[in-house]
């Protein structure tokens, strides 16, 4: 749940070559592009962790790619990112010594987190000690381990190796200000959240591969109906905070780009850039001319 929660995965991996990989039959993710005068702006919605041998590039990204004079990620894409990332979920993500998750949980969503535990192989344990979001986010993990999706194959891993060393890399947001987007959370939203994903990973075993077939269809309303729609209900306050208020913030900046001039590739959560509240629909309500679903 780094940025965007996209659904719990399922035991898809047999299924991915011949859905994603074979023959051309699929599409690729749509890519959004927004010109000015003297700007070009492309944007594109990223799936963070991706099973390996996927064929997911359209060729408009990797034309914007090979033009760009800045490419803008949410965060940096480096290792040290990534370890003050860790090093801040572990400083802010504990909880006291005296307490425990199952005791923060009412009984029967206790019982449920040892059910979803068990089928995903997480370390009960473990999340015994971990504060309702960083819980969240471990359980995510251990699906995306079971089906053998990573990180090393998501979107922006991929993107940062194309960029070309002419371009600037640039990003939205540091490790802390993300960390704090969760952590900042309350215990009821935490909470509130965290069961929306136990229901998912034990209600919905097909959600990964549902999502992963609306992303590369470019199918937006699917998207929002199995992607944003359950947090915005199970936790409008994380919804706001993990989406909208980043939205805007985003919009704001890329709107200050636009009046400068060059060519830019932007690259985040797909769950940005789809519905009214997504930076697309802001961009034109501020008057540009967006090409794109």
Same mark, same amino acid.
């Given at each position: ?7 719990? #995965?399922?035991?898809?991996? /047999?299924?991915?070559?011949? #859905? ?20 070009? @702006?492309? #944007? ?8 390996? /041998? ?10 914007? @790619? $090979? ?13 040290? $990112? ?10 802010? /993500? ?29 370390? @009960?344990?473990? #999340?015994?000690?971990?504060?309702? &979001? ?40 540091? +490790? ?34 549902? !999502? @992963?077939?609306?992303?590369? +269809? ?13 947090? =915005? ?10 989406? $909208?208020?980043?939205?805007?913030? &985003? ?6 780009? !636009? ?13 940005? !850039?789809?519905?009214?509240? /997504?930076?697309?629909?802001?961009? =034109? ?9």
């Amino acid at each position: 749940m780094k940025t965007l929660r996209l659904g719990l #995965l399922a035991p898809i991996v /047999g299924l991915l070559a011949g #859905l994603f990989v074979a023959g051309g039959a699929w599409a690729r993710p749509p890519v959004w592009i927004v010109r000015d005068k003297d700007s070009e @702006l492309v #944007l594109f919605g990223s799936v963070h962790i991706l099973p390996p /041998g996927m064929d997911w590039r359209p060729p408009a990204l990797a034309k914007a @790619l $090979t033009d760009a004079d800045d490419v803008w990620f949410e965060l940096p894409i480096d290792p040290a $990112t990534e370890a003050e990332t860790a090093r801040l979920a572990a400083e802010r /993500g504990m909880l006291a010594p005296d307490q425990s998750l199952f005791k923060l949980l009412p009984p029967a969503e206790a019982r449920r987190l040892v059910r979803v535990a068990g089928k995903y192989d997480a370390d @009960l344990g473990v #999340l015994d000690r971990l504060k309702p &979001w960083l819980a969240d986010i471990a359980l995510s993990a251990a699906a995306y381990k079971k089906v053998g999706a990573d990180g090393q194959d998501g979107v922006e891993r991929a993107v940062a190796a194309s960029v070309p060393p002419t371009a600037q890399r640039r990003a939205f947001e540091t +490790a802390r200000a993300q960390i704090e987007i969760l952590a900042g959370a309350s215990q009821a939203e935490q909470l509130a959240s965290l069961s929306q994903t136990l229901q998912e990973m034990e209600e919905k075993p097909d959600e990964y591969e549902r !999502l @992963l077939r609306a992303w590369m +269809a470019g199918d937006l309303k699917a998207l929002d109906a199995e992607a944003l729609a359950p947090l =915005r209900k199970a936790s409008p306050a994380i919804f706001r905070r993990l989406v $909208t208020d980043r939205n805007v913030s &985003w919009t704001r900046t890329l709107d200050e780009r !636009l009046k400068g001039h060059g060519k830019t590739v932007v690259v985040v959560g797909m769950g940005h !850039l789809i519905g009214p509240d /997504g930076v697309p629909a802001r961009l =034109r309500a501020l008057g540009y001319q967006v090409e794109g679903p």
